[in-house]
Antibody, heavy 122, light 105 residues
Framework: EVQLLESGGGLVQPGGSLRLSCAASGFTFSSYAMSWVRQAPGKGLEWVSAISGSGGSTYYADSVKGRFTISRDNSKNTLYLQMNSLRAEDTAVYYCAKPRSIQPHYHAFDIWGQGTMVTVSS | EIVLTQSPATLSLSPGERATLSCRAS??????LAWYQQKPGQAPRLLIY???NRATGIPARFSGSGSGTDFTLTISSLEPEDFAVYYCQQRSNFTFGQGTRLEIK
């Protein structure tokens, strides 16, 4: 079964850091670019970041550029999101997502994790 | 940056009725548009990819159409489980529309 399982969320103070992980199983992880998508409470979906299958190319939304770093360890089938300089507006459920195609920069995400909540508050 | 605008924000219909949801792009996205359904407390579910292709396991009552800047998601006859929020998404910068809430009338 194809599955994504996020972890690492929690409560953090403004200005703090957190690292999210997403463990993948049931597919050839290294063949797929992967993304993080977040959803603030009661709000819509916001794409955050993506990384190519090899890890050589990364992409960020303007709202997180310079503060968040996406990475992956294909030997561990795991995706990461290092979040620094966190702000209240980063409070959201963070999902990792797999595209349905191995085409470069493909957007249609057919597999999503269950999400992990990040709360930035003092 | 490409912006997706969904309309209406809220659609109130009854089971058995036909639902038509719109997504308009600020510039052409070719056919690279996806539609998702999200229910409360759940992750989004992919319904349609590349504007008109149903994802695996999606019922035939869901259909997508359009290309360029104007896209439509149609649900031919609403089932009780179809009442949810629907989002469109494009490939260029992965952005989502703001969503359409489909509620029971």
């Amino acid at each position: 079964e194809v599955q994504l399982l996020e972890s690492g969320g929690g409560l953090v103070q403004p200005g703090g850091s957190l690292r999210l992980s997403c463990a993948a199983s049931g597919f050839t992880f290294s063949s797929y670019a992967m993304s993080w998508v977040r959803q603030a409470p009661g709000k819509g979906l916001e794409w955050v970041s993506a990384i190519s299958g090899s890890g050589g190319s990364t992409y960020y939304a303007d709202s997180v550029k310079g503060r968040f770093t996406i990475s992956r360890d294909n030997s561990k089938n795991t995706l990461y999101l290092q979040m620094n300089s966190l702000r209240a507006e980063d409070t959201a459920v963070y999902y990792c997502a797999k595209p349905r195609s191995i085409q470069p920069h493909y957007h249609a995400f057919d597999i999503w994790g269950q999400g992990t909540m990040v709360t930035v508050s003092s | 940056e490409i912006v997706l605008t969904q309309s209406p924000a809220t659609l109130s219909l009854s089971p058995g009725e036909r639902a038509t949801l719109s997504c308009r792009a600020s510039q052409s996205v070719s056919s690279y548009l996806a539609w998702y359904q999200q229910k409360p407390g759940q992750a989004p579910r992919l319904l349609i990819y590349d504007a008109s292709n149903r994802a695996t396991g999606i019922p035939a009552r869901f259909s997508g159409s359009g290309s360029g800047t104007d896209f439509t998601l149609t649900i031919s006859s609403l089932e009780p489980e179809d009442f949810a929020v629907y989002y469109c998404q494009q490939r260029s910068n992965f952005t989502f529309g703001q969503g359409t809430r489909l509620e029971i009338k």
